[in-house]
């Protein structure tokens, strides 16, 4: 039975580590096979820190979250892109919010890491009080600005947005409604950053060789000429999806009797065509999806409300809750109780698996690729399958493929003004909430440079 909590972990800054941190950035950046662009409207971040830094605002910066090296690609244009021109004192950094989980999978080292560059953790399955606490006071008296990626998680994909949390909102109104109530004049700004990446040079082969090595783990023949042509690749996309779909709609079937139909007759690489193929797939695999959460929530409790991704964080938090009970002070457990506790550990960790899955699983479209056939997208459907195979494998999906070097694509939004928005808060906080939220994913849309 693992010894941590999931207690609350709070920002402890230390300008020391900050500073090493600054330093080592661009070696982190090189061996990730990162480049930074010259940073799209610039000047509107460099106004928001002026305001910020001359007390005339608070500021939340709510970034988009397509991939797990968008925390550092947000440190470069804080501490280089931001920084280099050396008028902006303290040097600029912003603290941030982070999912509880990282530290649990990622180990105590990143927590130690993340708690003094100034992170403050939080439970998105649950109302993590401690957590919104200490972002409220943060982003009301704080050093510096505050960021958050208001998607809650990364999606995989360059070019589309998940839905919002309502979460990030919800902080910028309570920010301008303490800074309104305690009678000080600062603004409360929510500033849009768009991140996506895309190659240096052409991936095609690389690309078509991942695609053979998920043919050949599929059970799928070799294509003969390993044409580079995306119509043929996408043939090919459409058809290793589909057969990855059927194993799974068979595996929980037989394995979990769940009413799940087989393939329709005539799919597979040498059936339908592409288009038809791809239609089937998206209306099979959201009945698939539902059915592999269903096997992880039914054990713990979980009732299934919401889309999918809510369901996925809802699980994770009572699995987290199982394997990270909080210390009661009671006697030490007996050998027998020590045992019990572990067979629950191991129960637990396999309907995880289930979740773990459904979210590497869930983002795979057809549409996706088929609406604009570029490299970038292909990678990005291509890795979702990686990530669903790695996970059934039992393999590590931290050693996910590298298909080339990556630009990494900046572009800075016009910021939000929250405090104009107090009255419509005052008087339903909920809609209020909302519509914010929606405006917020327009403008992250909207920030999105279309590849290809």
């Known amino acids: ?49 002026e305001r910020f830094q001359a007390g005339r605002s608070r500021l939340l910066l709510a970034f ?28 600029p950094h912003a603290q941030f919010l982070y999912d509880r989980g990282i530290p649990l999978w990622a180990g105590e080292g990143t927590s130690w890491l993340l708690s003094r560059l100034g992170g403050c ?10 957590a919104l606490r200490t972002a409220r006071a943060l982003l009301l008296d704080g050093p510096h600005p505050f960021a958050a990626a ?60 991942l695609l053979a090595q998920l043919e050949r783990d599929a059970g799928l023949p070799p294509d003969p000429g390993h044409r580079l042509d995306p119509e043929r690749l ?3 996309l459409i058809a290793l999806a589909e057969r990855m779909l059927s194993l799974l709609e068979r595996f929980y079937r037989e394995a979990y ?9 005539g799919t597979g690489e040498t059936g339908a065509g592409a288009g038809e193929a791809s239609a089937g797939i998206d209306a099979r695999l959201p009945r698939l999806l539902d ?3 269903m096997v992880a929530e039914e054990p713990l409790g979980v009732k299934a409300r919401g889309d999918l991704p809510d369901r996925c964080r809802r699980i994770e938090q009572a699995s987290w809750e199982r394997l990270y009970p909080p210390v009661n002070g009671q006697a030490e457990a007996t050998v027998l109780e020590r045992g019990l506790a572990a067979r629950l550990a191991e129960e637990t960790a396999r309907r995880m698996w289930h979740m ?43 050693q996910r493929p590298r298909l080339g070097q990556r630009c990494a694509r900046i572009t800075i939004g016009e910021p939000l003004l929250v405090n104009t928005r107090l009255a419509e808060y005052r008087a339903d906080r909920r809609g209020a909430v909302a519509s914010l939220t929606a405006e917020l994913q327009q403008r992250l849309e909207a920030l999105i440079v279309p590849s290809g």
Not at 29 to 43: D, F, I, T
Not at 67 to 86: E, K, T, Y
Not at 121 to 130: A, E, V, Y
Not at 356 to 372: K, N
């Open 1 to 49: 039975m693992p010894s941590a909590s999931l207690a609350f972990l709070p920002p402890r800054l230390d300008g020391r580590v900050l500073g090493a941190a600054r330093l080592l950035l661009p070696l982190w950046l090189r061996r990730a096979g990162l480049r930074p662009q010259p940073v799209q409207g610039l000047e509107r971040l460099q106004g928001a820190m």
């Open 64 to 91: 988009r979250h397509p991939s797990l090296d968008d925390p550092a690609v947000m440190a470069h244009l804080l501490w280089r892109n931001l920084g280099r021109s050396g008028r902006f004192r303290p040097h």
């Open 121 to 130: 953790s939080i439970q998105r399955g649950t109302l993590d009080l401690p």
């Open 150 to 209: 208001p998607e809650g998680a990364t999606n995989g994909h360059n070019e589309v947005v998940s839905a919002l949390e309502p979460g990030v909102a919800q902080l910028a109104f309570w920010t301008a409604d303490d800074l309104a109530k305690a009678g000080r004049p600062e603004a409360t700004e929510l500033l849009p950053i768009g991140l996506q990446y895309s190659f240096r040079g052409s991936v095609w082969p690389a690309i078509e060789a």
């Open 234 to 236: 996408y043939e090919r």
């Open 257 to 265: 009797h769940r009413d799940l139909p087989g393939a329709p007759a």
């Open 291 to 293: 059915a592999a959460l």
């Open 356 to 398: 773990r899955m459904v979210e590497a699983f869930v983002a795979v479209s057809g549409r996706y690729v088929r609406d604009c056939p570029s490299q970038e997208r292909f990678a990005d459907t291509l890795l979702l399958l990686w990530d669903t195979q790695c996970r059934i494998r039992g393999g590590d999906p931290g």
